[in-house]
């Protein structure tokens, strides 16, 4: 993904952290003092009041996946959630500059979608294993393979292989997205697992991709049996992208964002998410009252976007994506053509 592009470098400028600073941050520290450590506050306070100020002055929007630290979550976004939920807000933005605190493939939607913004990314290498796992030319394939069955596409691919899908889908709504087309079968990519637990959903065939995420599929059904041994009373939500055993041993199964409405909704007393780890420090700032049991499996995408990128990106306008004109409209079509189907049930 980042092939041909320059690495990923920081200007040397070390935001100073001084009593102004201390006075601006300090109801922010406030919210996150449960997953922050004091000791930790005085370096990302500088940089978040560096950003939230460079931010206003460039007319930026800061876009923060639920995978992203507390400090950046709490900290610098301006609008925070899943996939999908990035994807709809992207198409309501009116700033000039959108920063996408996510992986690479979320940048490039929201550059579809906006074609006449600057859409920045701090980290060039921010990529995913379920985007890298499938080409626009496997896409071609398969469908001379299947001739006129339609292509339902995951989010997390590149925008390639979105132009040569039919319509895509997230993790909160791919079953409603697959019976939508009102068709017997359908090629869903890339995602087996998710694919599999659509599949359990409905009655339509899916024919499937071999891809799987690197986070998720770490997870094994012995774990969670032992969190319920472990934990009395414990809740288990887990997301769609782990192994079909894992979901079968789960109490709940979706996106994050249905995760997050789950413990809203239910205020389970002990709860523990089988996703990536900072999914749970940033739930627990908002629920205190409830006991998260923390997993950690970290996303080495997600982490690659830190503080110190996203001020350097503010500054010099890096990493700045860009989609070939032909590919951005038939993939902003796939997405479009999934944004506009109303009276979706989250999940
Ligand atoms: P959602 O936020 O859409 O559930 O996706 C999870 C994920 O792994 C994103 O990369
Ligand atoms: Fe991709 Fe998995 Fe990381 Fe999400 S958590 S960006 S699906 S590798």
């Known amino acids: 993904m980042s092939e041909g592009r320059p690495e990923t470098s920081l200007s040397s400028d070390v935001p100073e952290f001084n009593s102004a600073v201390a006075q ?3 109801s922010i520290y406030e919210r996150v003092r449960g997953v922050i450590p004091e000791i930790e ?18 007319n930026a929007l800061i876009m923060a996946h ?14 925070t959630g899943d996939s ?14 959108i920063v996408l605190c996510g992986v690479y493939f979320m940048a490039e939607t929201v550059k579809m979608l906006n074609r006449s913004k600057t859409v920045l990314i701090p980290d060039l290498e921010a990529g995913c294993s379920l985007a890298s796992s499938i080409t626009a030319e496997d896409v071609r394939l398969l469908r001379k393979r299947h001739p006129g069955v339609p292509v339902v596409t ?25 019976e939508s087309l009102g068709v017997d079968e359908v090629i869903f990519l890339p995602d087996e697992y ?6 359990s959903n409905t ?6 991709w071999n891809g799987h995420c690197e986070v998720h599929e770490r997870f094994t059904a012995e774990d969670l049996r032992a969190y319920r041994k472990s934990y009395g009373g414990i809740v288990i939500l887990a997301h769609a992208e782990c192994p079909p055993d894992v979901l079968a041993e789960a109490d709940f199964v979706g996106s994050t964002s249905g995760m997050i409405r789950y413990v809203a909704d239910q ?57 070939d004109p032909q590919i951005a409209e038939r993939g902003r079509q796939a997405v479009q053509r999934m944004l506009d189907l109303r009276k979706r049930k989250a999940r």
Not at 66 to 79: F, H, K
Not at 87 to 97: Q, V, Y
Not at 168 to 175: I, R
Not at 194 to 199: I, N, R
């Open 203 to 208: 009655r339509t065939r899916m024919i499937l």
């Open 84 to 97: 999908l939920a990035l994807a709809r807000d992207a198409a309501k933005a009116d700033a000039d500059i």
């Open 66 to 79: 639920n995978y992203q630290t507390p400090e950046i979550y709490y900290g610098v976004a301006d609008l």
């Open 194 to 199: 998710l694919g599999k637990y659509v599949a």
């Open 267 to 323: 205020r389970p007393s002990r709860v523990v998410m089988i996703t990536e780890c900072s999914m749970s420090d940033n739930v627990a700032v908002e629920f205190p009252e409830v006991e998260f049991i923390r997993p950690c499996n970290l996303c080495p995408h997600m982490k690659r976007i830190t503080l110190p990128k996203v001020l350097h990106s503010l500054q010099s306008m890096e990493y700045a994506v860009e989609v």
């Open 24 to 26: 601006s941050t300090a």
């Open 41 to 58: 506050w005085p370096v990302h306070a500088a940089y978040i009041a560096a950003i939230n100020k460079l931010k206003v002055e460039r």
């Open 154 to 178: 995951y989010v997390n691919t590149s925008a390639a292989v979105k132009a040569e899908s039919d319509i895509c889908c997230t993790s909160s709504n791919a079953v409603e997205v697959v």
